[in-house]
């Protein structure tokens, strides 16, 4: 391996951001900075672009270069045999800001933040990116949206989505509520991604019958890349809640992989299926309510809730933290349920094997559980179909010792169901009924023939429909 260059009597660059160690003896050595548009030669090969600060946190083992495409490169100190400056562009880092104007024409829409980001400058100091929010920066960043409505803004919460909870979401249906109330024709809340299928499940049980679209939104690259989906998704988010007639919580991500249209998928029936791809979002167990684009919406089925013009929701915001998931696999062993009820859990969703199964050794425990009081309902851990306890023994023993089956209800919905139920009641019977009951399509009574679509990639009949569509 090499070692690292010793520093030369080249005069030192000063704005050495963030590097430190290696990275920094190699910028010195050969008189360049950050914010340098540079040509590297390495053992790796040639490089020009941009010198970007480091985060604070990372290693001192590479230098950072933003290149043509807009992408980032890392490349390791060591490897580097010259670096010439060719000239500079120091980044501004403030997003160009206008007043969002406004008109009168137009539907009034209002964007709650709780910290996803969809529009976004990036903090090289620290690799943060820092969200643009206020309707100016909207207007900087995404100036259609002034073509579609008058927008306003209110950050909620900045938290990233795995920190969502019970808080955010009270205070979110009951801003939702207040903000309907007040005359809003429609909702938008930016939300990260990772999490944005809970949050719009327990909104669909807290915000019931909304007269106008609420409409949820992310995006899985952030503004500052090139391939990002901000843009696209804020702008189909609000187009859908100022001019959509979807009276519903909806989720508005990308279709397919391409910028082409979003889907609006309902709040009980959606998933993340896909850590990166930006076509993440898909309805499980049936078809999306809509596509929408820059251009117009087309739905896709007519058995949604309409656009009122009343003022009327209904706003419950009641929820039992001490529910769980509980992912069978084989061998789980028994004490896991007995921790649970000895921690005081009141409720327990089981993501089962195939038609809603768990191994014999707990059937002891789940008994010993409902006798101390615990609500435990039965999903599927394949997520498409439906729960048929009543097929083989397994499923009849487990339903006779007091476990109901929820149809086809999604294990996360079924969880924020079960927290929004226990919040209310804890009489046995009420929990089953409001359980079984529908509120927004959490149930249905039929999976449709292309409501399960799964490609296996490689098989000829697939591989030949591939090449027949755009890519």
């Not at 997003?95 to 529009?119: C, R, S, W």
Request: charge should be neutral; include cysteine; glycine fraction near 8%.
């Amino acid at each position: 391996m090499s070692t690292a260059p010793a520093p030369s009597t080249t005069p030192v660059n000063d704005n050495l951001k963030g590097y430190r160690g290696v990275g920094r003896a190699v910028l010195e050595r050969f008189g360049v900075g950050v914010w340098s548009d540079v040509e590297i030669e390495s053992t790796r090969g040639h490089f020009r672009g941009l010198i970007l600060p480091r985060a604070v946190t990372a290693d001192d083992r590479h230098i950072v270069l933003k290149i043509a495409s807009g992408y980032n490169v890392g490349i390791a100190a060591d490897s580097i045999t010259a670096a010439k400056e060719v000239g500079r562009r120091e980044a501004h880092y403030k997003i160009p800001e206008k007043a969002f104007p406004h008109d009168p024409q137009k539907p009034n829409v209002m964007l709650f933040g709780t910290g996803g980001t969809i529009a976004s400058r990036l903090d090289y100091r620290t690799g943060a990116v820092i969200p643009a929010f206020s309707p100016g920066e909207l207007y900087g960043s995404v100036p259609e949206l002034a073509d579609i409505c008058n927008l306003q803004t209110e950050k909620l919460f900045g938290v990233f989505s795995e920190n969502m909870g019970p808080h955010q979401y009270i205070t979110l249906a009951n801003r939702i509520g207040e903000e309907i109330r007040k005359g809003s024709n429609g909702i938008v809340i930016g939300h990260g991604t990772d999490t944005m299928h809970h949050t719009a499940g327990v909104l669909s049980f807290m915000v019931q019958n909304p007269p106008v679209p609420i409409i949820m939104v992310g995006s899985q690259r952030s503004s500052d890349r090139p391939s990002s989906d901000a843009a696209m998704n804020l702008i189909c988010a609000v187009k859908a809640a100022a001019e959509g007639d979807i009276a519903e919580v909806l989720v508005c991500m990308f279709g397919p992989t391409s910028d082409e249209y979003n889907l609006l998928h309902r709040g009980t029936r959606v998933r993340k299926m896909h850590s990166s791809y930006r076509s993440t979002f898909r309805t499980i167990g049936d078809v999306p309510v809509a596509m929408i684009s820059p251009q117009k919406l087309v739905h896709l089925r007519a058995d949604y809730k309409r656009r009122r013009s009343d003022r009327e929701v209904t706003i419950n915001t009641a929820f039992e933290e001490k529910v769980t998931i509980l992912y069978y696999y084989p061998n789980m062993q028994p004490d896991i349920v007995d921790a649970l009820v000895e921690r005081g859990y009141r409720g327990m969703i089981i993501a089962g094997t195939g038609l809603g199964h768990v191994n014999k050794p707990l059937y002891p425990a789940i008994k010993r559980a409902i006798e101390a009081g615990m609500h435990i309902f039965m999903t599927v851990q394949t997520l498409w179909g439906y729960t048929q306890m009543y097929v083989y023994d397994t499923g009849r023993d487990l339903m006779a010792l007091g476990i109901v089956p929820t149809a086809n209800m999604l294990p996360e919905v079924a969880y924020m169901k079960l927290c929004w139920v226990l919040g209310q009641t804890n009489d046995r019977e009420e929990v089953q009924r409001l359980m079984l009951t529908p509120v927004n399509d959490e149930t249905t009574e039929r999976e449709p023939y292309n409501g399960y679509l799964v490609y296996q990639g490689a098989i000829p009949e697939v591989q030949e429909f591939l090449r027949t569509i755009k890519r």
